[in-house]
């Protein structure tokens, strides 16, 4: 008897932004929402969804999400032309999670019903400050009233919203995010997301020599962060987010316990498991290449490569480890063919179980808190 087909989740990117923020690393390009080729890029969209529709049959969708860029400037005609695509060529879950990012711009907010009407039932909001000097330092295009306007409207529209944060800006003190934190928890989203700054080679930011939070200072705000977010009811689920039981995002999590995904748009990824090998596909990240491609070809897909099992192991543990309850053994060796202490380190892992940074028992490998603020540095002494 065969099995039933896996899940599988739907990524679609949306490469055009209003302007580049000076932090963002993302594959994103400033455009005049005027002169997007949003026809034709819709047209190729579908070309790919028709594609990777073809190679997972049979697989239906628990979760689709629109990421940019930034796609709440799409109009909400081409959302829904996406989402009826996927949902006759896969068939969606009966709680399928549809999200869409948006900005707080009033362009933006005013297009959250049509989107709503779309088929999206979940949206998040890139607010990423809530005051205004830090937004234009940040380069946003949005006031910290609009933010929080934005935000109201968003609640009133979607039974589920989440929003953004960055903290540990340049200058920013403990007092000040608490405050701002604090803040934020009274809009009442169920789902957070709250991320450290780092500045990333390739950026405005890393042009300019902006330097980061020193790492005391990153350190308690990391800790305060947690404390609040624990005291509101909203725990860490993964590193940097978190949510009331029942909010967490089922497409992120698709990524963190190594689910399958198919990636479309200009620079999308994709992780597709068939018979037990996993197949890493990478789209053409230039949207004016992508979309030449994917219009001649039905898809504009840079490469497939298949991933060895050694390789699967180490992005199972980058991914899995940022969740408090870890990586599951037997899901791990499900998902790599291997046993989970085939890719350990036996000197490192017994370093860092002895230090309480690293928890292994008969059904997991976990990181302790303290050792979540050192992930990088942990996966360098665990892997083989």
Request: with cysteine; proline share 5%; net charge negative.
């Amino acid at each position: 008897m065969n099995s039933k087909p896996a899940p599988l989740a739907l990524y679609v990117h949306w490469p055009w932004c209003l302007s580049k923020c000076p932090y963002c690393d993302f594959n994103s390009r400033p455009a005049d929402p005027a002169n997007l080729p949003e026809a034709a890029y819709l047209n190729a969209i579908t070309a790919e969804l028709n594609h990777y529709a073809s190679q997972t049959n049979g697989r239906n969708l628990t979760s689709i999400y629109f990421g940019g860029g930034t796609p709440s400037l799409m109009e909400p005609q081409t959302v829904a032309q996406v989402v009826e695509s996927a949902s006759r060529l896969w068939g969606l879950h009966s709680d399928c999670e549809i999200t869409l990012e948006a900005n707080p711009t009033s362009v933006e907010v005013a297009k959250l019903r049509g989107f709503r009407a779309a088929g999206a039932n979940r949206v998040s909001v890139g607010v990423q400050a809530l005051n205004d000097a830090d937004l234009r330092a940040l380069g946003r295009e949005h006031s910290a009233t609009q933010a929080l306007r934005a935000l109201d409207i968003a609640g009133a529209v979607f039974d589920r919203f989440t929003f953004d944060l960055i903290y540990a800006r340049p200058e920013q003190t403990l007092r000040a995010w608490e405050k701002e934190l604090s803040q934020a928890l009274a809009v009442g989203s169920d789902h957070l997301s709250l991320y450290q700054l780092t500045v990333e080679p390739g950026t405005e930011f890393f042009r300019r020599n902006v330097r980061e939070a020193d790492e005391d200072l990153a350190v308690k705000l990391f800790y305060l962060t947690q404390e609040m977010m624990q005291g509101a009811g909203l725990p860490a689920y993964e590193i940097s987010n978190h949510a009331r039981p029942g909010a967490h995002s089922r497409h992120n999590l698709t990524y963190w316990t190594g689910g399958d995904y198919v990636g479309i748009g200009p620079g999308a990824h994709g992780r597709i498991r068939d018979q037990g090998v996993t197949s890493a596909t990478h789209q053409i990240s230039d949207p004016a290449r992508w979309l030449e491609a994917a219009t001649k070809h039905g898809h504009g897909t840079a490469k497939v490569r298949i991933l060895s099992a050694a390789e699967r192991a180490a992005e199972l543990l980058l991914t899995g480890l940022r969740l408090p309850e870890g990586v599951s053994r037997e899901r791990f060796t499900e998902q790599s063919g291997l046993d989970i202490m085939q890719a350990l380190d036996p000197q490192g892992l017994k370093i860092l179980v002895d230090a309480g940074l690293v928890k292994l028992d008969d059904s997991t490998l976990c990181v302790s808190p303290e050792g979540r603020l050192t992930l990088n540095a942990i996966l360098e002494r665990l892997l083989v």
